[in-house]
């Protein structure tokens, strides 16, 4: 619950608790091969041990604004941050945030699980 309190402190109330549970399901829809292409992305990119750290059952590593930055291409980037309907500037901070509770919910025994293709993204 403190990461979806993070994200209303961040964009407020209603809409970061939207951006906290949509997020998963537009990763699915933006980025190649989903939630898992994106981690395989970022482990390629040198974040291997936070991905790692998100898959496994220890305390989940942080990631940066700039290693995501570095990491991702910015026309994914930008795309997700139109899905969520929040500033393009916005999107990596939300990201940073976001993403390594998210894999942690949906890898429940080490194993990433996708999150429902249907309802995650209906406009």
């Known amino acids: 619950m403190s990461?979806?309190?993070s994200i209303?402190?961040?964009?407020?109330?209603?809409?970061?608790?939207?951006?906290a549970s949509a997020l998963p399901g537009i990763?699915?829809?933006?980025?190649?091969?989903?939630?898992?292409?994106?981690?395989?992305?970022?482990?390629?990119s040198g974040y291997g041990k936070q991905v790692n750290s998100w898959?496994?059952?220890?305390e989940n590593q942080p990631i940066t604004t700039d290693d995501l930055r570095n990491a991702l291409n910015d026309s994914h980037t930008k795309e997700i941050a139109e899905k969520?309907?929040?500033?393009?500037?916005q999107v990596l901070e939300t990201l940073a945030k976001l993403l390594p509770q998210?894999?942690?919910?949906h890898s429940p025994n080490g194993q990433l699980q996708?999150?429902?293709?249907?309802?995650a993204q209906r406009n």
């Open 3 to 5: 990461i979806i309190d």
């Open 8 to 19: 209303k402190g961040s964009l407020g109330g209603a809409l970061g608790t939207a951006v």
């Open 27 to 44: 990763v699915e829809k933006v980025f190649p091969g989903g939630l898992q292409g994106l981690l395989n992305q970022l482990a390629q």
């Open 55 to 58: 898959l496994g059952r220890g």
């Open 84 to 89: 969520l309907g929040i500033p393009y500037d």
């Open 102 to 105: 998210a894999v942690d919910q």
């Open 114 to 119: 996708a999150p429902p293709a249907e309802g």
